[in-house]
């Protein structure tokens, strides 16, 4: 079974720069499973800044939709993969899905956990907190922050250890 570790905060809380120096204390082997797409040139830039702060070494898998199968294939030869991050990974799967609420959200998550459990090595998850902030005013942003809460929870709930980033500081939360 897959170690899971999940690091969650806010946005800009430092939690891809603390999961990749946990990723770098397994060795210089590694996979990034990168779940953003240069839909537009300012996503381009974003991907482009985030690729200079990473390992030069690592293989970068991009899966947008199919990390459970991403992650499985890496740990195949490499002892760690960070998949960075679980909230761009549930705004593609409401994107390319014709129907998805909360409950597919949720067998999303539990088959994602399930992959993991029929695999070894570890997994490093990026995720955001999203449910910090004011009710949205829309129902589609309502079911984002609720599709991403709760596969923050079933992720959290499987996970062995969990991290809270703010201001750049990792807190061990589980």
């Known amino acids: 079974m897959a170690k899971i570790i999940l690091v969650t905060g806010a946005c800009r809380s430092g939690k891809s720069a603390f999961a990749q120096t946990k990723a770098a204390a397994f060795g210089e082997k590694a996979v990034f499973v990168a779940t953003a797409e240069a839909i537009d040139g300012e ?3 974003r991907i482009a800044k985030h690729k200079q702060n990473r390992n030069p070494n ?5 899966a947008p939709v199919e990390i459970g199968l991403a992650v499985g294939s890496a740990l195949t030869h490499v002892p ?5 991050c679980i909230t761009i990974w549930v705004a593609n799967l409401m994107h390319y899905s014709s129907v998805f609420n909360e409950e597919k959200a949720a067998s999303v998550a539990e088959e994602l956990v399930k992959t993991l459990s ?4 570890s997994v490093i998850f990026v995720t955001n907190e999203v449910g910090w902030g004011i009710v949205p005013a829309d129902p589609q942003t309502r079911l984002y ?9 079933i992720i959290a709930n499987a996970a062995d250890e969990v991290y809270m980033c703010v201001c750049g500081i990792a807190q061990k939360i589980k």
């Open 145 to 153: 922050r609720d599709c991403a809460g709760r596969i923050n929870q």
């Open 118 to 121: 029929q695999v070894e090595g």
């Open 58 to 62: 690592w293989e970068v898998l991009e």
């Open 80 to 84: 760690i993969v960070i998949v960075d």
């Open 43 to 45: 996503m381009a830039e």
